[in-house]
């Protein structure tokens, strides 16, 4: 731009300034100021916000909870999914951090109903908060420090003129444009001492403070929150009394209470753990050492915590354990038997088995208890014993004779007759003994346990039948021809009952079937099997002609069909009858067992009862 374009600009500048030395000097009212000339180049718009697409309902999301599922309309996956878990942990924290009380809610739908009020309740506060509605928090005064007697402050006055109290005795009033006119300017300001407002800089004179300010208190070190690691296993060595037993690869926690800006998603790892699939939620965990190093909650898995921490030795997992890897424990205190009889707290520490000679009692005090208790229930009398407790003559002549602590544990067992040499040793010495009415009896529990093995065999069955009509479901899904991909596979051959399965097991299409592990589809010989009877006069509809792999196929949608998971139910049904007829079986093989256990001991102790004469005394 030319010379002449720059006058008015100058003289603008000129005119301003002469205002501004106006304002400082008089301490008038400020004169407006003038607008500068309208600018050449046009005004832009205000650059509009980004806002990011959200993601809803997106294939392959994964939500922490299945139960999470459908996200709401106009909602983003990961903000619902945020809602949701926090939604989930106040019924977990409501119910005492119980993870299975939390999933009942989940899966009966309270869990996702919360969350939607949960949602509603932010977008209100959002909408109040754009309208500027909302209250303003405002922080709480600190209260005025008393302050202390004059006696004890030395006062002084400063010089500067930011310290000059009003109306007070040899002290004035001296404003900033006085400060700035008797100065002049001469002194340039220092750079830490200026501000962005030009207001002068503070006194460098060093004024004592009558009052030290109060230490400042050290905040505590956060500790980050993480997955904890199995701790190495140490160790065990000689340990006292008062030593505490370490237990490896165990995850505890404090209950530390929530801070005011803590939320209820905020309060565990985010993780997967346990039987239970929940986080890390500060209870005590539990590490598998039996091959998955998978971490449990001890209340899932019926653990007590003081005794994870005292008699826990190594822990295996349901699904890890097999005959030779197994949880095992500590060996406990001894005289947790006398708490128990006499119904008072027992002890469950750890007994010290380290020591040399080991010991039974985890301290010395627990080992004088036990005897002393011992000792008050024998009897210091000499009255023989008449089916009561024994007095000291007798069990010191009972230690004579049972020199071993074997011998002495052998004491009221049952007598147990010798086998014979050409015996077969797996068949019991009782059979040999049992009287008429006994046999009949053994026959009648015999002729019952093979009916339940019939069926309990005849529910495996099924549940290989359920196997097989799954895999023949997800193959139909592959033909081509087929317009329907997510079709329901149900297969009426399992709505047979216990008798038209032993049928079809029996018949050509069934025993190719388990035998191949095949199933094919329905034959001649079979349809009538298990199919719908009709009533007089009623017309049969024909059935669709498909190909053999979609024969006798529920071919509706999986979702609209009315066999809606019918793979869990069939399941759920045929393992629980096979539970219950096993758990029958059981009971009659435990009523055989003592049949032919009392009939042994009835001939081993025979010739005792026709020596002694029993004397009933009361």
């Given at each position: 731009?030319?010379?002449?374009?720059?006058?008015?600009?100058?003289?603008?500048?000129?005119?301003?300034?002469?205002?501004?030395?106006?304002?400082?000097?008089?301490?008038?009212?400020?004169?407006?100021?003038?607008?500068?000339?309208?600018?050449?180049?046009?005004?832009?718009?205000?650059?509009?916000?980004?806002?990011?697409?959200?993601?809803?309902?997106?294939?392959?999301?994964?939500?922490?909870?299945?139960?999470?599922?459908?996200?709401?309309?106009?909602?983003?996956?990961?903000?619902?999914?945020?809602?949701?878990?926090?939604?989930?942990?106040?019924?977990?924290?409501?119910?005492?951090?119980?993870?299975?009380?939390?999933?009942?809610?989940?899966?009966?739908?309270?869990?996702?109903?919360?969350?939607?009020?949960?949602?509603?309740?932010?977008?209100?506060?959002?909408?109040?908060?754009?309208?500027?509605?909302?209250?303003?928090?405002?922080?709480?005064?600190?209260?005025?420090?008393?302050?202390?007697?004059?006696?004890?402050?030395?006062?002084?006055?400063?010089?500067?003129?930011?310290?000059?109290?009003?109306?007070?005795?040899?002290?004035?009033?001296?404003?900033?444009?006085?400060?700035?006119?008797?100065?002049?300017?001469?002194?340039?300001?220092?750079?830490?001492?200026?501000?962005?407002?030009?207001?002068?800089?503070?006194?460098?004179?060093?004024?004592?403070?009558?009052?030290?300010?109060?230490?400042?208190?050290?905040?505590?070190?956060?500790?980050?929150?993480?997955?904890?690691?199995?701790?190495?296993?140490?160790?065990?060595?000689?340990?006292?009394?008062?030593?505490?037993?370490?237990?490896?690869?165990?995850?505890?926690?404090?209950?530390?209470?929530?801070?005011?800006?803590?939320?209820?998603?905020?309060?565990?790892?985010?993780?997967?753990?346990?039987?239970?699939?929940?986080?890390?939620?500060?209870?005590?965990?539990?590490?598998?050492?039996?091959?998955?190093?998978?971490?449990?909650?001890?209340?899932?898995?019926?653990?007590?915590?003081?005794?994870?921490?005292e008699l826990l030795d190594r822990y295996v997992c349901p699904k890890c354990t097999t005959d030779k890897d197994f949880t095992t424990w500590k060996p406990m205190c001894r005289y947790f038997n006398v708490g128990n009889f006499l119904g008072t707290p027992a002890c469950r520490k750890q007994a010290r088995v380290t020591l040399d000679p080991p010991s039974k009692y985890c301290s010395d005090e627990h080992r004088d208890a036990f005897w002393e208790f011992v000792k008050s229930r024998v009897r210091d009398d000499d009255r023989p014993s008449m089916g009561g407790s024994l007095n000291q003559k007798e069990i010191g002549w009972i230690l004579k004779q049972r020199g071993t602590a074997k011998e002495v544990h052998a004491l009221g067992e049952k007598p147990r007759l010798p086998k014979k040499e050409d015996a077969d040793p797996n068949r019991p010495v009782g059979l040999d003994y049992l009287t008429s009415e006994e046999q009949q009896e053994i026959e009648e529990i015999q002729m019952k346990k093979s009916t339940l093995e019939a069926r309990i065999e005849g529910y495996t069955k099924q549940v290989e039948l359920l196997k097989m009509i799954n895999e023949r479901a997800k193959k139909a899904t592959q033909q081509p021809n087929l317009e329907i991909k997510d079709l329901c596979g149900y297969d009426n051959r399992l709505a047979m009952n216990e008798a038209e399965f032993a049928f079809w097991c029996n018949t050509t299409e069934g025993k190719t079937a388990f035998e191949t592990g095949v199933l094919g589809p329905r034959t001649e010989e079979t349809k009538s099997i298990g199919g719908i009877v009709s009533f007089p006069g009623q017309a049969s509809p024909d059935a669709p002609k498909v190909s053999d792999a979609l024969d006798n196929l529920c071919l509706r949608p999986r979702k609209k069909c009315k066999h809606l998971n019918w793979r869990e139910l069939h399941n759920h049904d045929f393992v629980y009858n096979r539970k219950i007829l096993r758990d029958e079986l059981e009971k009659l093989s435990k009523a055989e067992a003592e049949i032919i256990d009392d009939a042994e001991t009835r001939e081993a102790t025979k010739d005792y009862y026709s020596n002694n004469v029993t004397v009933q005394l009361f």
């Open positions: 731009m030319s010379s002449e374009d720059d006058q008015p600009s100058k003289a603008q500048a000129e005119l301003n300034s002469s205002i501004a030395d106006l304002n400082i000097h008089n301490r008038a009212a400020p004169s407006p100021v003038l607008a500068p000339p309208p600018q050449s180049t046009p005004l832009l718009a205000p650059p509009v916000a980004y806002v990011p697409p959200i993601s809803n309902n997106a294939p392959g999301f994964r939500y922490k909870y299945p139960q999470a599922k459908p996200t709401p309309e106009g909602v983003d996956d990961t903000e619902w999914n945020k809602i949701f878990t926090a939604a989930d942990s106040r019924f977990y924290n409501k119910h005492g951090k119980n993870a299975k009380e939390s999933e009942k809610y989940r899966i009966r739908g309270e869990t996702y109903q919360l969350a939607l009020r949960m949602l509603d309740e932010k977008r209100e506060k959002n909408r109040l908060a754009e309208a500027g509605l909302l209250p303003v928090k405002t922080k709480k005064a600190p209260a005025p420090r008393k302050p202390e007697s004059s006696a004890t402050i030395k006062k002084e006055y400063s010089t500067a003129s930011r310290d000059a109290t009003p109306g007070g005795d040899g002290m004035t009033t001296t404003s900033i444009a006085e400060k700035i006119k008797s100065e002049g300017r001469r002194k340039a300001p220092s750079a830490s001492a200026s501000s962005d407002r030009g207001t002068p800089a503070p006194t460098t004179a060093k004024v004592p403070n009558p009052i030290p300010p109060p230490p400042k208190a050290e905040k505590p070190a956060i500790k980050k929150k993480g997955i904890a690691a199995p701790v190495k296993k140490q160790p065990l060595k000689m340990k006292t009394e008062s030593t505490t037993s370490n237990l490896s690869a165990v995850k505890a926690h404090s209950q530390t209470p929530k801070t005011a800006n803590s939320t209820d998603d905020e309060s565990n790892d985010g993780g997967e753990y346990c039987i239970c699939r929940g986080p890390d939620d500060h209870r005590m965990m539990v590490n598998c050492e039996g091959g998955c190093d998978d971490w449990y909650h001890c209340s899932c898995v019926g653990i007590d915590e003081t005794d994870t921490k």
